[in-house]
């Protein structure tokens, strides 16, 4: 199926972009959540209005994230987990919990999705973490994760 995107869609097309998509992924996601519209001739017409209201929206958006960038580069928060006799933490610190701390820490919310560890923390230790707010943002936090007392 042939849609316009209405907004931008993270990894797929940006607002304005007209793209041939599998129909359950159109019919059951992109038109219900009012992200694409059918492309049909009155539509590929507003395409340059879509366009345009898409870049305002994305370079708004990028202003915030560069400013959240800013506010979050090199910040530094603490974990503690309880550990195994071998020296291991009892499950992990993943993304969840390193962004709800971080949310608490800077009294913003921050969402699970920005941050960007290669595998869950398992030791304790220092561990640099990349946010990645968008495609062109990003911020690196500092987070030291330690033994619960």
Do not use: C
Not at 4 to 23: L, M
Not at 30 to 46: H, M, N
Not at 79 to 85: H, Q, S, Y
Not at 100 to 117: C, N, Q, S, T
């Amino acid at each position: 199926m042939e849609v316009v995107f209405t907004q931008d869609v993270p990894n797929k097309a940006k607002a304005g972009e007209v793209r041939r998509v599998p129909d359950g992924y159109a019919r059951n996601y992109l038109l219900p959540q009012g992200l694409a519209e059918i492309s049909t001739d009155e539509v590929k017409k507003r395409v340059h209005k879509i366009t345009a209201v898409g870049d305002e929206v994305r370079v708004r958006e990028t202003a915030i994230m560069e400013e959240l960038a800013k506010g979050l580069d090199d910040v530094t928060i603490t974990l503690t987990a309880r550990i195994t006799p071998t020296g291991r933490y009892y499950g992990t610190i993943t993304s969840t919990h390193i962004a709800m701390e971080l949310a608490d820490k800077v009294g913003r919310e921050v969402e699970r999705r920005w941050v960007e560890i290669a595998e869950p923390i398992r030791e304790p230790g220092e561990y640099d973490v990349t946010l990645r707010f968008s495609t062109e943002v990003s911020a690196t936090i500092h987070v030291n994760a330690e033994i619960e007392e």
